[in-house]
């Protein structure tokens, strides 16, 4: 069945579905500007704590640690409160990390609102696709689940673009602005807007229709359907309540198989989560900056470069948007894989056989010839591309969609734990590999590229124009 026939067995009144999604996906904008906004401020917080390379990635990476956790739980927490609750809770942490962080005295309290940050990212992480696919007709999902992915880059664009901003102000990350406060603690500052507007919209839509039928609410659920679908409204209450009659609560328990282990269709998500990191698009958004500065560029110009990726970023999720629902997710995540590995490769060789020179710290660093340094710039904004139109928001669609209704919410949040876990892993690792050799650094994401596309060709199933209540 193509995209135009189900549009005309399924008529649904777009505005509102597109309302919901859209105020769901704000979760993504705090996911891309916690993890976005530290690129900015990284030399800036190393040199204000006297910090070593080691330590240095552990506070950038740290927030990835409350994001593990907060996945995990906020799953098992929403089937118990609701999905809506789930959001303010994230919104509100987010709100603490945000003055947390830019009134940090030392290293460690600075990681430790992180920590409480990524606690209410990572369970809005988990949420948003999982209010999006339960609210969402079968024949809009890839594109209502996208926008999960456009949310979180235009947080990465809005967070690059405030770091930019207040740099340019101050002229310098380290330099004081107003206040007496530098211009690094001004960029965690900002994060207060996001984090009410969130908060506040998310008080603004109905709770999810499955929750509401698990909740006995059948009437309400009903009226959230209405909302959102001009026909079928019966049909589909009907379906809802026949998964939640054989179906019990969610629990961890029911994604195990007999015996040992975790499900099948558990382990995919968990590995689409892991190689979405493993390609090292984090290591662009972290360390863009810092990277773009070590092979010759000013801080000025380096910040601009990570302000144009961001936007290239957001141009191909658009992209991505419009090509979900039409050629399906699997062929997408092949493209994004494919062109992965070709550019990673071309970053590879780049610094591999790049001269070395000596610098300030005692670290060898690459030296670009201009040649060199264009082509760098030119594989990682490709790189950019391929990831924004495939892997990006492909794989939020398919863990939103991919596992049935009594899984899904345990289900979902260990797949996106492990994909928390899975970027803390590399941007940790990120300035120890570069002081191997940032060739070094490539040629591992390159290998993880290749190794991707291997994966979905033998293990991905295509879910495109499914109900959720057809999920095997």
């Not at 330590?55 to 929403?78: D, I, M, N, Q, T």
């Not at 698990?214 to 659920?221: I, M, R």
């Not at 689409?272 to 560029?297: D, E, H, K, M, T």
């Not at 610094?351 to 610098?359: C, G, H, Q, S, V």
Request: hydrophobic share 55%.
């Amino acid at each position: 069945m193509t995209v135009e026939d189900a549009e005309v067995q399924e008529d649904y009144v777009l505005g509102r579905v597109v309302m919901l999604a859209a105020v769901a996906a704000l979760g993504g904008f705090l996911f891309g500007f916690d993890t976005a906004v530290i690129n900015g401020a990284v030399n800036a917080v190393g040199d204000e704590f006297d910090l070593a390379p080691g330590p240095k990635g552990f506070v950038v990476a740290s927030a990835l640690l409350g994001c593990a956790v907060g996945a995990y739980l906020a799953g098992r927490l929403a089937d118990r409160i609701g999905r809506i609750k789930v959001m303010v809770i994230a919104a509100a942490m987010f709100f603490v990390c945000a003055i947390g962080s830019a009134f940090a005295f030392s290293a460690w309290d600075l990681t430790f609102w992180r920590i409480i940050g990524g606690l209410g990212v990572g369970a809005a992480s988990v949420i948003a696709p999982a209010y999006i696919a339960e609210t969402s007709p079968a024949v809009l999902r890839g594109r209502m689940g996208s926008l999960q992915q456009l949310a979180i880059v235009t947080g990465i664009f809005v967070a690059l673009l405030s770091d930019a901003l207040w740099a340019h102000i101050a002229r310098g990350a380290s330099e004081q602005l107003w206040w007496g406060m530098d211009a690094w603690r001004w960029m965690f500052l900002v994060g207060v807007v996001p984090a009410v507007l969130y908060g506040a919209m998310a008080l603004t839509i109905p709770e999810s229709p499955r929750h509401l039928m698990a909740k006995g609410q059948t009437e309400k659920a009903r009226a959230v359907l209405r909302q959102v679908m001009r026909t079928g409204v019966g049909a589909r209450i009907d379906e809802i309540r026949r998964t939640i009659e054989i179906d019990r609560r969610s629990s961890f328990s029911d994604i195990r198989k007999k015996g040992s282990g975790l499900l099948p269709i558990v382990w995919v998500g968990i590995a689409l989560s892991v190689f979405q990191q493993f390609v090292g698009i984090n290591v662009i958004f972290y360390y863009s900056s810092a990277l773009w500065q070590q092979v010759g560029f000013t801080e000025a110009d380096a910040l601009k470069q990570t302000v144009i990726t961001s936007v290239t970023n957001i141009v191909v999720t658009l992209v991505a948007i419009a090509l979900v629902d039409r050629i399906g997710r699997k062929l997408l995540l092949v493209i994004g894989s494919s062109g992965m590995f070709v550019t990673l490769g071309t970053l590879a060789i780049v610094f591999a056989t790049a001269p070395t020179k000596l610098n300030a710290d005692g670290h060898m660093e690459p030296v670009l010839s201009s040649g060199g340094g264009m082509t760098a710039l030119i594989a990682a904004n490709l790189f950019v591309v391929f990831f924004g139109v495939s892997w990006g928001p492909v794989v939020w669609v398919l863990l939103g969609e991919m596992f049935n209704n009594r899984i899904r919410a345990t289900a979902l949040g260990v797949a996106a734990g492990a994909q928390w876990i899975a970027n803390f892993a590399i941007s940790t690792s990120f300035p120890k590999m570069a002081d191997i050799g940032l060739g070094f650094a490539y040629g591992f994401y390159t290998v993880f590229a290749l190794l991707s596309l291997g994966f979905v060709l033998k293990f991905v199933q295509e879910t495109k124009g499914r109900q959720l209540e057809d999920m095997a």
